[in-house]
């Protein structure tokens, strides 16, 4: 069923109030005044990401017969990080303002030259956060200060780059505009959070939280072979927590210090690594399309050279068109032999593929898959948002109080397999004569589809709460239903369509409408 969308951008600010407000997620440590970036979910908000990292558990481990699941430890030997060369390597600059403290990192930091109205070059302005490019009024308007205190007539912008193109020196700060001069010299700063292990806190004892959860995977390569019967191309599949210092966390739960990934690590016999990243890259892509996303809002992306990691032969980013711009949704890289001939090297253990039918030995290539599950959540989320003017969909009809019709209707629409409730069951009132039924037709229902039971409040209001939160279907329960036709009303979020179903037939024509939205599981 296809559904017209009315809005086409989603305001960010709107996502975070309905969150609060509807209890999706909350701000971490709240009443103490919060920790920066870290964020609570609450019950709706743990439902939606339960259900997203089960969809990709079930595409990616249920599903198929050449993937195996595994649950690494968060805290491995510090030999690990050394090996996989984050110990060293996972690293970002940093540059503090002297006169306002903010601290960036330089590559965020957009550069753009300041030219005078005859052409000349007058110096340099800075910005930070406007992922989209756009100069905004307030860089301008420095452009025009810098041209002034030069005793210059101001002409244009123009683009030039990060920060990280230019000495410190040179950079006005991006937050408060100080002049050049007010940054620091860049500082590497380590993403990994230390601890200790054990009572007495030496180097010794000191071990990190993983920073991201392949390497349990990689690890656990020789234990994976000789306890199944795999053979490559085979992979294994883990969700779990990482944890990265960063040093710009923001826009939500799009970038945290705490977060969790679900990666998988797909073997692969060298020289067949090239075809298996194309086949990983189509089949990502296709999971969120799947699952209800946008295609318009949806691109893969492959990296420049440049711009590849260490560790990596080519990677294509999946995006996705956040309200800031086209963000990392999901990484596909082609990581090669890297991993597993670092981890043989540090440890001493081979770590190979014997073919037994053709007598070789080889260490295989590895194609990863690596996608945030608070990202994809955030993601879904956006794009399940809608609005729509009530009074044009006949809410007037359900029941709304006088002048609520007027009201925008907030719609998240989506796909059934991921949306927190699936159906809420909804008697008319609170009248003793409904409730008894009301409970049997939630008991019944409940077994198989994520069900929620509201009586509080008027009907109309009822539904609008159901589609602020996604609920595919609401099943309300009426005085017809106990009194004459024992026959109960399935009401559509999509279509607003209402159909009188018998409470015998009720769990089947839930499924029916559940899987002609889309869903796959009921
Ligand atoms: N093993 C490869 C790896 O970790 P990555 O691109 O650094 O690659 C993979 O991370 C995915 O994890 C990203 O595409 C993103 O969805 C998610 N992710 C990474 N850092 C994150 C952060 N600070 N907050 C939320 N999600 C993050």
Redesign the pocket.
């Known amino acids: 069923m296809t559904v017209r969308r009315h809005l086409t951008q989603v305001d960010m600010a709107k996502i975070v109030s309905l969150s609060k407000r509807r209890g999706f997620v909350f701000p971490s440590s709240e009443i103490y005044g919060g920790v920066g970036s870290t964020w609570d979910y609450g019950p709706l908000g743990v439902a939606l990401k339960r259900s997203v990292k089960e969809a990709w558990w079930r595409a990616m481990v249920l599903e198929r017969d050449d993937i195996v699941g595994l649950d690494s430890a968060i805290i491995q030997s510090p030999q690990v990080w050394v090996a996989s060369g984050h110990a060293a390597g996972f690293v970002d600059p940093l540059v503090d303002c002297k006169v306002c403290r903010g601290r960036f990192r330089p590559d965020h930091v957009k550069v753009y030259k300041v030219v005078g109205r005859g052409g000349e070059e007058l110096g340099l302005v800075s910005a930070v956060g406007n992922a989209l490019g756009e100069v905004t009024k307030e860089i301008v308007e420095r452009g025009k200060a810098q041209a002034k205190s030069r005793g210059k007539e101001f002409g244009s912008l123009q683009e030039a780059g990060v920060a990280t193109d230019y000495p410190a020196a040179l950079i006005p700060c991006p937050n408060c505009g100080a002049a050049p001069g007010s940054l620091t010299e860049p500082r590497m700063f380590n993403l990994m959070f230390k601890t200790f292990v054990g009572p007495v806190e030496d180097t010794a004892s000191q071990v990190w939280l993983r920073p ?1 959860t ?1 390497q349990g995977i990689f690890i656990n390569f020789d234990n994976v072979l000789t306890t199944t019967r795999m053979k490559p191309p085979f992979g294994v599949a883990q969700i779990g927590k990482s944890f ?1 210092n ?1 040093i710009t ?1 923001g826009n939500f739960i ?4 705490e ?1 969790e ?1 679900m ?1 998988m690590e797909y073997f692969v016999k060298p020289g067949d690594d090239e075809k298996w990243h194309d086949y990983w890259v189509r089949e990502r892509h296709d999971w969120f399309l799947s699952l209800g996303i946008n295609k318009d809002k949806i691109r893969v992306r492959p990296h420049e050279k440049s711009e590849l990691a260490h560790y990596s032969k080519a990677t294509s980013d999946i995006e996705y068109l956040f309200p800031w711009g086209w963000g ?4 596909i ?1 082609n990581r090669a032999d890297f991993d597993l001939k670092q981890h043989a090297k540090h440890s001493g253990k081979k770590l190979e593929y014997f073919d037994q039918e053709m007598k070789e030995r080889y260490v295989p290539y590895v194609i ?1 898959p ?3 599950a ?2 994809a959540a955030l993601a879904f989320w956006l794009d399940a948002y809608d609005e729509e003017p009530a009074r044009a969909m006949g809410a007037a009809s359900e029941g709304q109080a006088p002048g609520a019709s007027d009201e925008a209707r907030v719609v998240l629409r989506f796909h059934p397999d991921i949306a927190p409730v699936q159906v809420a069951v909804l008697p008319l009132s609170r009248n003793e004569k409904l409730t008894p039924t009301a409970r049997e037709v939630h008991a019944s229902l409940r077994k198989r589809f994520v069900t929620q039971y509201d009586d509080a409040q008027s009907i109309g209001r009822r539904y609008r709460r159901q589609d602020e939160i996604g609920t595919p279907l609401c099943v309300t329960i009426d005085f017809d239903t106990v009194e004459n036709d024992n026959a109960v009303t399935i009401r559509n979020r999509d279509s607003m369509r209402q159909v009188r179903v018998p409470i015998a037939e009720l769990p089947a024509a839930v499924a029916a409408q559940l899987r002609e939205m889309g869903s796959t599981r009921a």
Request: net charge negative; charged share 50%; no cysteine.
């Open positions: 991201e392949a990265r960063e966390p799009f970038r945290t210090r977060f990934q990666e990392e949704l999901e990484g890289a990863e690596a996608l945030g608070d990202r």
